[in-house]
């Protein structure tokens, strides 16, 4: 997110200001996080000891800002909101109990952010598309055909695609990359972790 011009009219000696979007006096770093509360596998389909599940959920976004005005430095944090994310997940079986499991997901995050600027408040959502690359080492109960609890750890690579913000009737394409005035960076490098159950008949619930 950035702020650009900051458009006032002055009325006996007092600042109305039109509209808060951008202010260039401003210097934001922003950090993603994404929480997914579950995802859910109607099935899945096997070649030997080779699995792949399709896979839709939900999760909760937010991200953490800190800016500069003047010699002042600020934090700020947004507020959660519910977002998406479907793909396929490949489960590689290296024994009964333990798999490599990588996948690649479609995912939406949405939040909601308010600052306070000279005594006003101004709200804007962000909803920024990308995708994400788990690979999670897999330690499970039992056989993948057989019903079993699993968890998992490992890496996640993220690539922020496209994204905008919405707030005070003003609509802003956002900017990704690595140079200080864009919002968010293009490529992430991440760790992520989920625990699950899986069903003998293939279907499966797990949460990140």
């Known amino acids: 997110m950035k702020y650009g011009q900051l458009t006032a009219t002055e009325t006996k000696s007092s600042f109305t200001f039109i ?5 260039n006096i401003m210097k934001l770093k922003f950090k993603l996080s994404i929480v997914a509360l579950f995802s859910i596998c109607l099935g899945t389909y096997s070649y ?3 699995r792949l599940a399709p896979e839709v959920g939900a999760n909760l976004s937010n991200y953490t800002s800190k800016y500069e005005i003047g010699n002042s430095t600020y934090s700020n944090s947004s ?3 519910l977002g998406a994310r479907a ?3 490949l489960d590689l079986g290296i024994t009964d109990h333990i798999a490599i499991q990588p996948g690649f997901y479609y995912n939406l995050a949405r939040t909601k952010n308010e600052v306070t600027f ?6 804007e959502t962000t909803d920024i598309h990308g995708f994400q690359l788990p690979v999670y080492a897999m330690l499970r109960t ?3 055909d057989s019903g079993h609890l699993f968890v998992g750890v490992g890496p996640v690579f993220n690539w922020n695609l496209s994204g905008t ?3 005070n009737n003003i609509e802003r394409e956002m900017d990704f990359g690595n140079d200080s005035s864009d919002d968010l960076r293009s490529f992430e490098l991440g760790a992520s972790a ?3 159950f899986k069903l003998q008949m293939g279907a499966f619930v797990r949460a990140y």
């Open 194 to 196: 989920t625990v699950g």
């Open 79 to 81: 507020q959660y909101l």
């Open 48 to 50: 030997g000891q080779i």
């Open 142 to 144: 039992g056989g993948s």
């Open 165 to 167: 913000t919405k707030g």
């Open 118 to 123: 000279l005594g006003s408040t101004f709200t």
């Open 19 to 23: 509209h808060f979007y951008k202010l």
């Open 87 to 89: 793909g396929l997940a």
